[in-house]
């Protein structure tokens, strides 16, 4: 794969969409191709399905995790794979950890199981950086805009069992992902972002 693939993890509400935001602005300014997208909903059938499990109605644990593996199999076939291809940048807006964080943590199945379904799913495709928004659940309501959906009022122990999930997959994985306080400055997380993404630039030979 020429191009470079990045996601944003973390728990709601902790500024994933506004961060990677400004770093496809900060690489559109460097003159590349960006290709930003999001899961569930990455595709058209994604949006389908991103408003079944998302808003329609109670399905059991293994159900969900299902049907995230589909949507991103999908998606990692329509969208990442050939962005990949052509040197563009990709950043997503939630990738495979989210599914071993919130099905495997958060849901209590067993995570290695539900990492090894979405392994198979994308064909073991990684992110080169993940970026994990780190924040404390206690924050959630405060950020939460709107109606909340079937994962947001799952209530207060999931998304401690969720976050902890993110950070034991953080320290597991040191090499893939950069952990960052999501309760700092919109602007000083940007900068942080963007130093990261440097120094893999420059590991890679391309900065």
């Known amino acids: ?23 496809a602005q900060w690489f559109r300014e460097q ?8 899961e569930p909903g990455g595709t058209a059938l994604g949006n389908q399905l991103r408003d079944l499990v998302l808003h329609g109605e ?4 293994r159900t969900e995790a299902l049907l995230y593996a589909t949507d991103r199999a999908h998606h990692v076939a329509e969208v990442i794979r050939p ?21 495997g943590g958060g849901r209590g199945l067993t995570a290695e199981r539900v990492e090894e379904l979405n392994l198979w799913a994308v064909d073991g495709l990684l992110p080169e950086i993940t ?14 805009t709107g109606a909340p ?9 999931f998304h401690a069992r969720t976050r902890a999930a993110f950070l034991e997959r953080a320290a597991a994985h040191p090499d893939r992902f950069v952990v960052i306080d999501a309760a700092a400055p919109v602007e000083e997380i940007a900068a942080e972002i963007r130093t990261h993404v440097d120094a893999a630039l420059a590991r890679r030979g391309t900065a």
């Open 1 to 23: 794969m020429a191009g470079l693939f990045i996601s944003f993890e973390g728990g709601d509400g902790a500024g994933k969409s506004t961060q990677l935001a400004r770093l």
């Open 31 to 38: 003159g590349r191709e960006v290709v930003t997208t999001r």
């Open 58 to 61: 109670d399905v059991d644990e």
């Open 83 to 103: 962005a990949l291809a052509r040197d563009a940048v990709v950043l997503t807006d939630r990738y495979l950890d989210s599914s071993v964080a919130y099905q």
């Open 131 to 144: 970026v994990l928004l780190d924040l404390d659940p206690a924050h959630l309501p405060a950020r939460l």
């Open 149 to 157: 959906d079937r994962l947001e009022r799952a209530g207060a122990e």
